[in-house]
């Protein structure tokens, strides 16, 4: 085999793409060089909320309607004008569609993992799932390169963690994610064991925490251990948390007003993105919260015109909020999914995976206001033009959060790692 | 000399541009001169035999000297070759032999004192071969990465090409390639034209770049191929029985050394090929040994490494360590406990590890205990543990826990976790799923031998009252989840990939799968008279079909023959299999999970990921412990005794300089979370206080759960099963937040200490603060404060006679430490 087949294509491509600029391989690899010693970049965003969406959201019904394809391609569903000329939402959203000049649609996502874990994997990690190596979450990496900030954990999931992808992959354990354990959907939702147990006060509490370090302290010295460090952590964490009255406020939904909660809407949508922004505001890091199910083989209208409205309601109302409140610059708001949907609608009158072509959508953190990247061609089939891959958007979003996509981390049996091979910070969505 | 290098050259000539083998052939002309001679005591030369089909066919040879510190060398270039043979068979060439008339031959080696052979037949040394489809153009095109799953090998292909993945379907292909768009892939009349070639070339934009060169042996073949009609030789063709991969293993000394690998098909009509230039090489750790795609690996940092080759359906791999040069190292004297430390002890040599040392008393009564019952020692135990002076006190405490009936219920969880016993709305209700767990316990507490067992619940037919075993079927109603489900959980083979491909990294194929799935197409149920009850039986019709061409796949076991199943019920059929002494997957699977749960990792590390890509890290260990599985009848007390018996389960947890990155090889001890029942249960111990689980009377153990689907805010949290798949992994041992703020402040601890008022009793029974503050520690940590905590903690407590307070607080801090958070 010549040695071209041994550079990954990507690489290939990378370099392929150099020659048009008159560098040689050599330069390339200088350039490279030069780069791992630059400072990191700027941050623009300080915090990330990622919506996700479970299942493999259609874009053709939501952020990329083709209302001129014909009806087995467009669907059942109409479309609306946004505040961004010329281009249109599915009718499902619309009230987003009056915030579309705050966010950045780009419509040319795409990647080649058409199992729901797989898909979950490239989007949650910005890697394809390997069988030899476990990668880390961009949650997690943010919580290793950044830290927590403001006593927060800086990696929360909203409820849960979704899904296995979403956790810390070769880091360490200390870098999991803080799942909440309930719903803020719920009831007299509260995330547990904050507040000091009856009987505890803060006297108490800092002779319980004297004690501890005294019979922690030999053992801790003696045995080292990946698993105990993030025990450890977690300890840390822990106090930093309890200790902090305003941390622990950042979980209290009930501190919001009526207005604010009727504002976002009294329901799944609503009350994850109203605490999100709420942790946020209190300095967490980064948020995943997962809304709704999105796997429609099946009756895609209906379920569709089901789930849509809340998130309508309460995404419109994030990023207003957000900008109001002067935040919006300094978060990054994802939304996405696995991957999208068949083009066609089956004969279940639903749509089944497709990863080559669907949508995501950015808003704040230093994204353009009011843009759209790519393009779905007409039927929604394959990237017409400026496509973009899990590594481009996860490169962008450590970009905007000043983390360097080429970083080495390492991993178990001292493997220097990228944090993201191969990708690019796009400026079509970031400028 | 002079008549071999004027051959060596006229070699050199008809192999330019072929094969890739230049440099290497040049390599051999030029590497007589060594420094120094190294003390080699064996030599091996890889094949053992070679034969020669055709006239083209050539087979390369690898020889591999070892020394006596265990380094092995590469000095295929070293040794001199000889060829000897009654009517000059075939020339050899550096390491390449090829034919020259039929006949009997033997290629020797010698190096120095040191000799070896391979044996080398020559059959239709005039001959051609043909082209083949199957043989020729299928392998190219894995190779060149065509048919990968980011290219035209993905579901729907790649800019309107599609392959199957890594050609599982090569009949497909066949009419993909020649058949739609006519004269543009192929073109007979103008082969170089095709497209085929011309994308792989680079002659127009290709998204996949320029896969190889005009003058390579990848473009030639496939240029035959279309030269000679696109011939389809599928029908009949031999298939690949097995591919071995030569040197199974070596120790690498020194970055940048480098040993040359083999790759040799094996076909189901006894030919054999040198594939070396068609296998797909990785390493599952390039930074410890690459392998470039000439199957050269490279050392690089100190590790281990597994390097791999994939050609057709078969991945096969072989162990690669590396040591830094000169490292000064002297093998442990420790004389071995068992067959565990020798070969524990062999590997750890082999990596120039040095093992930590013993565990203290107090630390190996607290980890065995824990391990073998699930509980901690209570004070009495330590302390006449403690006093015991005997040589073999730590054997007798190994065989009087192993008498407890505790020992049952902590197999009987993690056999309930395996066997997915828990409720499911309208398929197993509350009643079925209880008589279950019975039946599981029941099992467990007359150690019922586990292939009897499994083999009683792989072929039960009948009511999930009156044969409550059937509900593993009734759990799952999905026939190729059940057979994925046995798979993976008395075998430890994942075979998920394989329903839609061929797995990648494994040698399971579509064809295993379905053949496999077939042995459970024929259960059936329906209700039984009580509305709770359903009937498993056996239908004794219903098929598997292949999804590629609908194809009725008869059952066949994985790896093994097609059996008989007319007339029988193909579970017990396939029971029988599973639970034989001669299934290669079942006892050392099973001996696998002991393993780690004793030392915290399994050999082979998921316990139910048993594939080629992901080794045993010790093969020797995995087979003994496997093997001694059968001999001991299955019986887990006699696995268990020589575990714990031995020292590399003794050993400390405290790392030294050599063995401290290392968590694979049993060097030290690993410290390990509690688990979620195992935890609640200590802590419920320690501080007398009882809990009410779901399902359970007041003070029942945690591990004593039936429902998988029951659980509270502390065993969810601590990672409990859910009892959903079979996978090892729905078992969670890794800290979070949530658990560290629950152990702070949750329910648990602060009130159990409470509610067990052991302070204020131990007080009023006239114990002294300090002597409440050994008890605490004794019985959680199985130790006594050190003098510096004692005094450290009394300066805490205060000058009241009757530190209440004070003394649950120090309760609550032992809770909550590391020490005893964790089994170590």
């Not at chain 1, 729901?116 to 990690?125: A, D, K, L, Q, S």
């Not at chain 2, 004389?335 to 040599?349: C, F, S």
Request: proline fraction near 5%; include cysteine.
């Amino acid at each position: 085999m010549t040695a071209s087949t041994r550079v990954s294509r990507r690489n290939f491509l990378a370099v392929g793409s150099l020659t048009s600029l008159g560098l040689t391989l050599g330069d390339y690899l200088f350039l490279r060089q030069a780069q791992g010693s630059e400072t990191v970049p700027e941050p623009k965003a300080k915090s990330v909320i990622h919506i996700f969406m479970p299942g493999g959201m259609s874009a053709q019904e939501s952020w990329d309607p083709k209302p001129y394809a014909p009806i087995e391609y467009r669907g059942e569903m109409g479309s609306i004008d946004t505040k961004i000329r010329g281009e249109k939402f599915g009718d499902v959203l619309r009230r987003t569609a009056q915030v579309a000049d705050k966010m950045t649609i780009v419509r040319s996502l795409t990647h080649g993992e058409a199992a729901h874990e797989r898909g979950v994997h490239n989007m949650f990690t910005g890697y394809r799932p390997s069988p030899a190596l476990v990668y880390p979450s961009m949650g997690s990496v943010v919580s290793h390169e950044l830290g927590p900030r403001n006593n927060l954990p800086a990696y929360i999931c909203v409820p849960n963690q979704p899904n296995p992808s979403a956790s810390t992959g070769y880091l360490s354990s200390s870098y999991a994610p803080f799942s909440l354990g309930a719903a803020p959907e719920q009831n007299g939702f509260k995330v547990r064991d904050l507040n000091l147990p009856g009987g505890v006060d803060e006297v108490r509490y800092d002779r319980r925490r004297e004690l501890l370090e005294f019979v922690n302290c030999e053992f801790n010295n003696r045995v080292q251990a990946d698993n105990i460090g993030a025990m450890n952590t977690f300890y840390e964490r822990a106090f930093d948390l309890v200790s902090s009255n305003e941390a622990r406020e950042a979980f209290n939904l009930e501190a919001e007003d009526g207005k604010a909660r009727d504002r976002y809407g009294r329901n799944q949508a609503g009350a994850r993105m109203l605490l999100a922004r709420r942790l946020v505001e209190a300095g967490a890091r980064f948020i995943t919260l997962t809304y709704g199910g999105w796997d429609h083989h099946q009756q895609i209208t209906a379920n569709m015109r089901r789930l849509m409205p809340a998130f309508d309601q309460a995404y419109a109302a994030l990023l207003s909020d957000l900008d109001e409140r002067g935040l919006l610059e300094s978060t990054l708001v994802l939304v996405s999914s696995e991957f999208g949907r068949t083009p066609k609608i089956n004969q279940d009158g639903g749509r089944d995976h497709w990863p080559k072509v669907f949508s995501v959508a950015l808003a704040g953190g230093g994204v353009q206001r009011g843009a759209v990247v790519g393009s779905s061609g007409p039927t929604a089939s394959e990237p017409e033009d400026t496509p973009v891959s899990p590594e481009d958007l996860a490169t962008t979003i450590y970009h905007q959060l000043g983390i360097k996509a080429e970083k080495e981390l390492m991993a178990p049996g001292a493997r220097p790692i990228e944090i993201v091979k191969g990708g690019q910070v796009r400026r079509e969505i970031v400028g | 000399m002079s008549h071999a290098t004027q051959q060596s050259q006229r070699f050199l000539q008809s192999v330019k541009g072929h094969y890739g083998l230049v440099t290497l052939a040049a390599i051999c002309l030029t590497s007589i001169a060594t420094a120094e001679e190294p003390e080699f005591v064996e030599l091996a030369v890889y094949p053992p035999t070679a034969a020669l089909h055709d006239a083209a066919d050539y087979q390369s040879v690898v020889a591999v000297a070892k020394r006596a510190d265990g380094v092995s060398v590469d000095v295929t270039d070293q040794v001199e070759w000889t060829l000897e043979s009654a009517d000059d068979v075939a020339a050899s060439e550096g390491h390449t032999i090829r034919p020259q008339g039929d006949g009997h031959g033997v290629l020797k080696a010698k190096l120095g004192e040191l000799f070896d052979q391979c044996d080398v037949t020559v059959t239709n040394s005039q001959a051609e071969r043909a082209i083949s489809y199957r043989h020729d153009v299928i392998p190219v095109l894995v190779r060149a990465g065509c048919n990968a799953g980011a290219c035209h090998g993905s579901a729907r292909g790649k800019d309107g090409f599609r392959l199957s993945l890594f050609g599982f379907d090569p009949a497909g292909d066949y009419q993909r390639l020649t058949r739609e768009m006519s004269t543009r892939r192929i073109n007979r009349a103008l082969p170089d034209d095709s497209l085929l070639l011309v994308k792989a070339v680079g002659g127009v934009p290709h998204t996949g770049g320029k896969l190889f060169e005009h003058d390579t042996v990848y473009y030639e073949k496939l240029r035959t191929w279309i030269e000679e009609g696109v011939p389809n030789d599928l029908e009949g063709a031999a298939t690949v029985a097995s591919v071995d991969f030569y040197p199974p293993r070596v120790v690498l000394e020194g970055e940048g050394t480098t040993q040359r690998f083999v790759v040799i098909a094996n076909y189901s009509d006894g030919s054999t090929r040198d594939v070396s230039n068609l296998a797909v090489f990785s390493s599952n750790n390039d930074t410890v040994a690459k392998l470039d795609a000439d199957g050269l690996a490279t050392a690089g940092m100190r590790g281990e490494a597994f390097v791999m080759a994939r050609f057709d359906t078969h991945t096969v791999g072989s162990q690669v360590i590396v040591l830094p040069k000169g490292l000064g190292f002297s093998p442990t004297d420790d004389q071995p406990a068992n067959y565990i430390d020798e070969l524990v002890g062999a590997k750890l040599d082999d990596l120039r590890l040095e093992p930590s040392g013993t565990a203290s008393d107090a630390e190996f009564l607290r980890r065995v205990t824990i391990d073998i019952v699930g509980l901690l020692p209570t004070p009495e135990e330590v302390a006449q543990f403690s006093a015991d002076s005997s040589p073999d006190k730590r054997a007798r405490k190994v065989d009087e826990l192993l008498e407890r009936e505790e020992f049952a219920k902590i197999w009987g969880l993690k056999w309930a976790e395996l066997l997915l016993v828990r409720t499911e709305n309208n398929r197993v209700d509350y009643k079925p799923m209880f008589l279950y767990s019975q039946w599981l316990k029941h099992q467990i507490d007359e150690e019922v031998p586990l292939d009897e067992m499994v083999r009683n619940l792989l072929s039960a037919s009948g009511g999930s009252f009156d044969t409550p075993q059937v509900n593993f079927y009734q759990i799952e109603p999905d026939t190729k989840k059940i057979a994925e489900n046995v798979a993976q959980a008395f075998l430890g083979i994942r075979l998920q990939c394989a329903q839609c491909h061929n797995h990648p990294f494994d040698r399971w194929t579509m064809d295993d799968y379905y053949s496999f799935h077939a042995f459970f197409t024929q259960i059936s149920r329906k209700r039984g008279s009580d509305y709770r009850e359903w009937i498993v039986f056996n239908r004794g019709v219903g098929e598997s079909n292949h999804p590629v061409g609908g194809r009725q796949m008869a059952p066949k076991f994985l790896g093994g023959e097609q059996p008989e199943t007319n007339g029988r019920d193909r579970r017990e059929v396939v029971a029988e299999w599973i639970t034989s002494p001669d299934n290669p997957w079942f006892a050392p699977s099973i001996a696998n999970r002991v393993w780690a749960h004793f030392m915290g990792v399994g050999i082979v590390e998921p316990v139910d990921d048993f594939r080629v890509s992901n080794p045993p890290s010790n093969p020797a260990l995995l087979d003994a412990i496997g093997s001694k599985l059968i001999d001991y009848k299955y019986d887990l007390r006699q696995l268990v005794r020589d575990i714990c018996n031995s020292h590399a389960y003794q050993r400390s947890t405290v790392a030294n300089a050599s063995n401290e990155t290392d968590t694979k090889n049993f060097a030290r001890a690993q410290p390990r979370r509690l688990g979620a029942e195992t935890l609640l249960d200590c802590v419920c111990q320690v501080t007398a206080a009882l809990e009410k689980l779901p399902g359970l009377p007041l003070g029942a153990r945690a591990v004593e759960i039936a429902d998988g689907r029951s659980s509270n805010y502390f065993l969810t949290t601590f990672g409990r099963a859910r009892r959903e798949t079979v996978c090892a992994c729905e078992v969670r041992g890794e800290p979070t937040l949530s658990q560290a703020l629950h152990l702070l402040n949750g329910g648990t601890v602060h009130s159990k200490i409470g509610q067990g008022k052991l302070v204020p009793s131990m007080l009023e029974a006239g114990k002294t603060p300090t002597e409440v503050v050994d008890e605490i520690y004794l019985r959680c940590l199985a130790r006594r404060p050190t003098t510096e905590e004692q005094s450290k903690i009394v300066a805490v407590l205060g000058d009241n006679e009757k530190p209440v307070a004070e003394l649950e607080d120090v309760f609550w801090a032992v809770l909550n430490s590391r020490e005893f958070l964790f089994n170590h």
